[in-house]
């Protein structure tokens, strides 16, 4: 049913978007996106499958995710092109494809089906982020050739293009490999993560959101199928690479947005470790509250400002507005792992995890890491306490999403057994 709401509405509005006003269209894309939100929540639990299409619990909490976070990006945005609602619609069409297959070729055309309007939202400002945009747009065809090339010597040492088809020798090794430095890039884990920061920077502040949040969440989805039957080992040295460079290059940033860039790269890295020990409820748990602590803390970057926000920029946001300067706040706490935020379970569930599997040295180095970042964090949270003018006209709408969120980050933190059930990702 989601497929066929996806499907409907994407062709419907790309008929109507010259024809209608864009205050219209804008609604219009959001009931498309609320519509599939709520197909998916209404054949929760249910699994379906049609040829290489398949609905299951993977599909269903990665796309609600993706969904989220869709549905976030266009609330915050204000373009006067309807263009701009058309491509989100497009991009969270191609999330959820790649959530929802097992087929290689399949996943590769989502993935291009969820890049192309990302490399083009990159650059909407024009004149802003056009060298970035172009790194992401090469660097993003290089990934899909990897990954095409995996999906060839996949179905060479297997006999077929299903993901999670089990192999052996060095051609199925490689072939693995291959596939997952396609996945890495989208989800940045290092090294392959060198667009992250640049991207995250000239990008508008709305459209980093979307990245940060749903695009993550789309590819993690399509990196379980395939590194689920058995992480390959090499997975291992990404999650140690992406834990060390995220962390300790945040400690240098003084730009918001760059921060929080290489603060995701750092995240990737323990998201990969949940898939490396095979927990996909951690995993999906930890997805969540890394959804909606960054999405807060995008939402509140968008308030002061769509384009570059240094972190004196932030002084006194508390002062000027309480309510954006605490969720900020809130957001970065979380982020951090702190009680009695959400973010502290996504961790305590990955790192308790690892520990169960015996994955010593990456725990200590995930361990270690993470009291590495409170300092960035924590200079990011208590930045919006300080004397400054911070700029800020906040719609009341976006105070009102702030709030949710931050209760949400609150109570999932008091209450995580509430979800965690809803979360066993099948």
Avoid: C
Wanted: a positive charge; proline letters at 5%.
């Amino acid at each position: 049913m989601t497929l066929l709401v996806f499907t409907l509405f994407s062709v419907a509005l790309t008929l109507l978007g010259f024809f209608v006003p864009v205050a219209l269209f804008k609604r219009l894309t959001i009931l498309g996106l609320s519509l599939a939100l709520l197909s998916l929540l209404f054949t929760w639990g249910k699994p379906f499958a049609f040829g290489p299409y398949q609905v299951d619990g993977v599909s269903q909490v990665f796309t609600l995710l993706a969904l989220l976070g869709a549905l976030w990006t266009l609330g915050l945005v204000r373009s006067r092109r309807f263009e701009f609602y058309l491509l989100v619609l497009y991009a969270a069409f191609g999330m959820h494809l790649l959530a929802s297959t097992k087929n290689l070729i399949l996943l590769l055309v989502a993935l291009e089906a969820l890049s192309l309007p990302l490399y083009a939202l990159a650059t909407w400002r024009r004149g802003q982020g056009l060298e970035a945009a172009l790194k992401y747009f090469l660097l993003g065809a290089l990934a899909a050739a990897f990954f095409l090339y995996g999906a060839a010597l996949h179905y060479g040492a297997t006999g077929s293009f299903l993901a999670g088809t089990p192999g052996k020798g060095p051609l199925y090794a490689l072939a693995l490999g291959l596939l997952l430095v396609g996945l890495g890039f989208k989800v940045a884990l290092a090294p392959f993560h060198f667009w992250t920061p640049d991207v995250y920077q000239g990008s508008p502040t709305p459209v980093v959101l979307f990245m940060a949040t749903s695009v993550k969440a789309a590819a993690f989805a399509a990196l379980l199928r395939v590194a689920a039957p058995g992480a390959p080992d090499a997975l291992a040295f990404l999650i140690a690479l992406s834990v060390v460079v995220g962390n300790l290059a945040a400690l240098a940033q003084k730009e918001t947005k760059r921060l929080l860039a290489y603060s995701s790269i750092a995240h990737a890295g323990y998201m990969a470790l949940a898939l490396y020990t095979g927990n996909a409820q951690a995993l999906g748990f930890y997805l969540l509250t890394y959804v909606l602590a960054t999405g807060l803390a995008f939402a509140v970057l968008s308030e002061v400002s769509p384009d570059r926000v240094p972190l004196e920029a932030l002084r006194g946001l508390f002062h000027r507005d309480p309510l954006l300067g605490l969720a900020l706040f809130l957001a970065a706490l979380s982020l951090l792992g702190l009680p009695p935020l959400a973010g502290f379970w996504g961790k305590y569930l990955v790192f308790a995890e690892a520990a169960r599997a015996g994955k010593w040295g990456l725990l200590v180095l995930a361990l270690v890491t993470s009291a590495i970042s409170a300092y960035y964090y924590l200079a990011l949270g208590l930045s919006v306490f300080g004397r400054g003018e911070a700029g800020v006209a906040p719609r009341p709408l976006a105070r009102g999403v702030a709030l949710l969120v931050a209760l949400a980050l609150l109570l999932l933190g008091l209450l995580p057994g509430s979800v965690l059930p809803a979360l066993a990702a099948g």
